[in-house]
Nanobody, 130 residues
């Protein structure tokens, strides 16, 4: 079992930065794969970034094209926290952001990954104004 708690959401002007955190507690093995997803009103859930452990304190990440070069996902093993650093925010980034975790998920496909993650946080709202 893993409990995930997101924080860091808020309102920001376009072009500004924001960093989200996702604190994980419970079975650390079930956080080998983690991800950030978002959902805006009236839209389907979208994968933002996924991160997986490939060695001690070593991770690889993958990003949606819409956030590549603007967002950076990282993991701090010391406090088992996932971060999402968001730069150059756009109004279209406005959504509820969720983190997810599991011991293993399909890596290459965002939708398959979303369907596979067993553990999800409650979400944190990000609002970007123009």
């Amino acid at each position: 079992q893993v409990h995930l708690l997101e924080s860091g959401g808020g309102s920001v002007q376009a072009g500004g930065p924001l960093t989200l955190s996702c604190a994980a507690s419970g079975d650390s093995a079930a956080t080998a794969y983690m991800g950030w997803f978002r959902q805006a009103p009236g839209r389907e859930r979208e994968g933002v970034a996924r991160i997986r452990r490939v060695g001690e304190m070593t991770y690889v990440t993958t990003y949606a094209d819409s956030v590549k070069d603007r967002f950076t996902a990282s993991k701090d093993d010391g406090n088992n926290t996932l971060y999402l650093q968001m730069n150059s925010l756009k109004p279209e980034d406005t959504a509820m952001y969720y983190c997810a975790a599991d011991s293993i998920i399909p890596w290459s496909d965002s939708q398959a990954a979303a369907a596979s993650f067993r553990y999800w946080g409650q979400g944190t709202q990000v609002t970007v104004s123009s």
